[in-house]
């Protein structure tokens, strides 16, 4: 007898797509009770999305593979379900905004739903105006969705979402492709929907420190199996498991973790307040003690400029002034990180660095040679720029023909180009691929061979566009650790990122970019220590800094960057 | 690319035009691109580009976004110039009964090399008839898309009884368009940082040039394809095969009267200025020239 409490229900289901040769879900039993909302978290590659596709019904109906047991949506089983019958109750907003929106306007798009499910004209209006005030669209009501900013357009999903009033909502990764400013703007928008209509959610997500304040439930994935399953305190109270499955929990609960020695379920923080309650009581029981701060004088940089610019403008072809009076020195082998908000103009600015762009006014010398005369070869060999994607450059059937085809470009000896290539790829690790055709390797492999296909060009600097962005946690270390060797190796590395976190952890120096214009260079530590500007820049501190902002009185410095430092500065009392 | 997109897109505006049924506006294209098409004669098809431009103006367009558009194909028109100067003789010569005014060669004779392309009075007067042809096409287009909203047009398609899968694909490629140059962008960006460059003088190798470019376009537009796919499948389409549209289509008595000049004027183009006053070739601009320079 199926009781109707329960809205989702998994009863041992396995699935395999069409041509893998293992299952992407093993065995999963799960009921999700309706009104619930749960968070789904685990490494990229775990399942999550999978598990997402199997309640809305595009597995089995769209996707080819094979499904072992049943799911259950509302007690009707999805192998005998339409996906029409299921889209009616169960609605889900993708990862990628660009990726989901397929409208001329705003109004088209969240309208979309409605039109297909509804019966009177009256009612897709009624719903598209509830859908769009809520999520406050209504100014961009006639733009087009893509003109949007990251936030404003998975806004546009998220109302997309709403206006077809589904029992099940469903977000996976909704704020992926986002910064900081957007993914506020999404968690407030579902905080609210939440309080006002109550309904079944299932989030997936990476960023817990947003949306565990929201959860019932949190369920962490991996390797396609289910491998906790509670309350989120009684989850993170488990830190063998955080360790083994490599998810980001929110720094406030590594830290007390590792404070306290081990954490009471209802001791375990998962909002910064909570963590500044609890790391503050557990200083004044005196169970931990704050050791003065010796930090090791900086390490000396170079004092020789790679990159200088001076009174540099750019605007766009239909006149936009992008980038405003900057005026800025990269020296030699630093690691810098550009940061700022969607739209602050920092790929633009790195972007004029090795060409792609030529300054409409002012003056940037890269290695010596000016940018506005110098030619693409001079460029490109100086200044090397990896792209966000690396799928939106590779399109070679080896990855030796690949990391060959810029020093091909150049024009270069064959035997110079084949010595290129083999370094490259010894630098950052490939060489057992150089023969594989570089569409069948993994999303992290990838991104390795677009790094190393700029690498051959042996460039002096080398930028490095947003390389954690929907990547998990563990993934993006994985990238930063391999631009911190190519630094140590000598390269002056630019990383342009919002993972404010990671910024911190690798970065020796922060110029932060607010509305075209540099709002604030300098290290890591001295910028972050600055919250002010750097809540100008819309930026948000990471949490470990935040913490010891907020217990500054307790002896604890404002200026702490990673929770490794933050453990060895309380460390020494169990 | 960005700037292509912009320049053929939907703004919405309370005008005349933009407020039309959507099968009137279909009937406003055709009205302009059928005689640009039947239309050769440089004058008239100017008289249809000042008409076209009269549209857009009623349309609240800018007058240097319609040039702009104007001159967006300008490498069709150096090509149209340069195929009649050298092929005229041999395409297009045998519709002129007159002896033709000749100016001189393209290419003059070096030794045993040359002449090439001899230009003639009716070989430019030709070619400008073209290529105002294909301004109108530009222009109207651009137009039509300005005041139509890509849902106008499936509402419209819809009523022509146009199955809805193919309605619905046609939506998504108009939403899709800008979406698609940001991606051409990045993608060109990418292979420019490392150090590729588009064209070369040797045809054939400038072909070869777009692979690194055209690969990763197609790959990615198959995988986006397949995104898409699920999103559209995840928000119920396919639950009626009549989805409730945004507005409601009913021919208004502005709508008729409209109509109705509309049609004339198409009937007008093709019977009386094709046929009766023989606006399909290129004569009458030319012996207004030849009786104005040459006397002939």
């Known amino acids: 007898m199926y009781v109707q409490d329960k809205a989702i229900v998994f009863e041992n289901v396995s699935w395999r797509y069409e041509g893998n040769k293992e299952d992407t879900l093993r065995d999963i039993n799960l009921e999700i009770r309706a009104g619930e909302t749960v968070v789904i978290t685990g490494s990229s590659g775990a399942g999550k999305t999978t598990l997402c596709r199997c309640i809305n019904g595009l597995i089995p109906h769209f996707y080819d593979g094979t499904l072992r047991g049943d799911v259950l949506v509302w007690g009707e089983n999805s192998k005998t379900s339409t996906t029409v019958d299921l889209a009616r109750r169960v609605g889900m907003c993708f990862d990628n905004p660009s990726n989901q929106l397929f409208c001329a306007t705003v109004l088209e798009e969240i309208a979309f739903g409605p039109q297909n499910l509804c019966k009177t004209r009256d009612e897709v209006m009624q719903r598209v105006s509830d859908a769009m005030t809520f999520c406050r669209l209504e100014k961009y009501r006639d733009k087009s969705p893509h003109s949007l900013s990251g936030g404003e357009k998975q806004a546009v999903a998220i109302a997309a979402l709403i206006s077809m009033e589904p029992e099940v909502m469903i977000l996976d990764e909704p704020t992926s492709n986002i910064d900081a400013v957007g993914t506020s703007l999404v968690f407030e928008r579902m905080r609210q929907l939440l309080k006002e209509k109550k309904r079944t959610t299932v989030i997936v997500e990476h960023k817990l420190q947003y949306v565990l304040p929201l959860a019932d439930r949190l369920i962490v994935i991996s390797d396609g199996t289910i491998v906790a399953d509670d309350e989120p305190r009684k989850v993170l109270s488990d830190a063998g498991l955080i360790d083994k499955v490599q998810i980001q929990v929110p720094y406030v609960a590594t830290l007390a973790h590792r404070l306290a020695g081990g954490l009471r379920e209802e001791d375990v923080p998962i909002t910064l307040e909570e963590g500044v309650a609890v790391i503050s009581r557990l200083i004044k029981a005196n169970k931990v003690r704050v050791k003065p701060v010796r930090r090791p004088p900086p390490a000396k940089t170079s004092e020789k400029p790679i990159i200088s610019c001076r009174d540099v403008w750019y605007d766009y072809p239909d006149g936009t002034e992008a980038i405003k009076d900057v005026s800025l020195d990269i020296f030699d082998g630093e690691f810098v990180g550009l940061v700022?908000?969607?739209?602050?103009?920092?790929?633009?600015?790195?972007?004029?660095?090795?060409?792609?762009?030529?300054?409409?006014?002012?003056?940037?010398?890269?290695?010596?040679?000016?940018?506005?005369?110098?030619?693409?070869?001079?460029?490109?060999?100086?200044?090397?720029?990896?792209?966000?994607?690396?799928?939106?450059?590779?399109?070679?059937?080896?990855?030796?023909?690949?990391?060959?085809?810029?020093?091909?470009?150049?024009?270069?000896?064959?035997?110079?180009?084949?010595?290129?290539?083999?370094?490259?790829?010894?630098e950052v690790e490939i060489t057992p691929y150089l023969d594989a055709n570089p569409f069948n390797l993994s999303q992290g492999l990838r991104q390795r061979v677009a790094v190393a296909s700029v690498l051959t060009l042996n460039p002096k600097v080398l930028v490095v566009d947003e390389p954690t962005t929907g990547q998990d946690f563990a993934r993006s270390k994985i990238v930063m650790n391999l631009a911190k060797v190519l630094c140590d190796r000598g390269r002056t590395i630019i990383v342009i990122s919002h993972n404010m976190d990671l910024v911190a952890e690798y970065c020796q120096r922060l110029v932060v970019m607010l509305d075209g214009q540099v709002l604030v260079s300098g290290p890591t530590r001295e910028v972050f220590s600055q919250p002010e500007l750097i809540g100008r820049s819309s930026l948000e501190l990471p949490q470990v800094t935040q913490v010891g902002q907020a217990l500054r009185d307790l002896g604890l410095p404002p200026d702490v960057l990673t929770i490794t430092e933050m453990s060895e500065i309380m460390s020494g009392v169990k | 690319m960005s700037s292509f997109s912009n320049l053929f897109r939907y703004i919405p505006r309370d005008t005349f035009l933009h407020n039309l049924d959507p099968r009137l506006k279909m009937l406003w294209y055709f009205s302009v691109i059928i005689p640009a098409a039947a239309w050769s004669d440089p004058i008239f098809m100017s008289g249809i580009l000042v008409l076209v431009i009269i549209y857009g103006k009623i349309a609240n367009d800018s007058v240097s976004a319609m040039l702009k558009a104007i001159v967006i194909p300008f490498p069709a028109y150096a090509m149209v110039l340069l195929f009649n100067l050298f092929?005229?003789?041999?395409?297009?010569?045998?519709?002129?009964?007159?002896?033709?005014?000749?100016?001189?060669?393209?290419?003059?004779?070096?030794?045993?090399?040359?002449?090439?392309?001899?230009?003639?009075?009716?070989?430019?007067?030709?070619?400008?008839?073209?290529?105002?042809?294909?301004?109108?096409?530009?222009?109207?287009?651009?137009?039509?898309?300005?005041?139509?909203?890509?849902?106008?047009?499936?509402?419209?398609?819809?009523?022509?009884?146009?199955?809805?899968?193919?309605?619905?694909?046609?939506?998504?490629?108009?939403?899709?368009?800008?979406?698609?140059?940001?991606?051409?962008?990045?993608?060109?960006?990418?292979?420019?940082?490392?150090?590729?460059?588009?064209?070369?003088?040797?045809?054939?190798t400038a072909v070869r040039r777009f692979v690194p470019v055209v690969i990763p376009i197609v790959l990615r537009s198959m995988v986006r394809a397949e995104f898409l796919a699920t999103a559209i499948t995840s928000r119920g389409f396919g639950a009626t095969m009549n989805p409730i549209t945004l507005r409601e289509t009913k021919f208004s008595v502005t709508d008729v009267a409209v109509s109705v000049v509309l049609l004339a004027f198409l009937a007008a183009a093709g019977l009386i200025g094709a046929w009766y006053l023989n606006l399909a070739s290129f004569k009458v601009t030319t012996f207004l020239i030849r009786n104005a320079f040459f006397k002939v």
Request: charged share 20%; with cysteine; hydrophobic share 45%.
């Open chain 2, 87 to 204: 092929a005229f003789d041999f395409t297009v010569k045998s519709m002129v009964s007159w002896d033709m005014q000749y100016l001189g060669w393209l290419v003059p004779r070096f030794g045993s090399f040359g002449p090439f392309g001899h230009v003639s009075v009716e070989s430019l007067v030709f070619a400008l008839g073209i290529c105002l042809r294909v301004a109108v096409f530009v222009l109207a287009s651009r137009l039509f898309l300005l005041f139509t909203a890509p849902s106008d047009i499936v509402t419209a398609l819809s009523k022509f009884k146009v199955p809805l899968e193919m309605t619905t694909a046609i939506s998504v490629a108009f939403g899709y368009l800008p979406e698609l140059a940001r991606q051409v962008n990045t993608i060109m960006e990418a292979q420019r940082s490392r150090g590729w460059q588009a064209g070369s003088k040797n045809p054939v």
């Open chain 1, 340 to 426: 700022g908000q969607n739209g602050s103009g920092k790929t633009t600015l790195a972007k004029l660095f090795n060409g792609l762009y030529r300054p409409t006014k002012g003056k940037i010398l890269v290695d010596g040679i000016d940018v506005a005369t110098a030619s693409v070869e001079e460029l490109v060999s100086r200044v090397g720029y990896s792209f966000q994607n690396p799928d939106d450059q590779i399109f070679c059937k080896t990855v030796r023909d690949e990391l060959a085809f810029g020093p091909r470009n150049l024009k270069l000896s064959q035997d110079e180009i084949t010595r290129r290539v083999e370094s490259s790829a010894s």
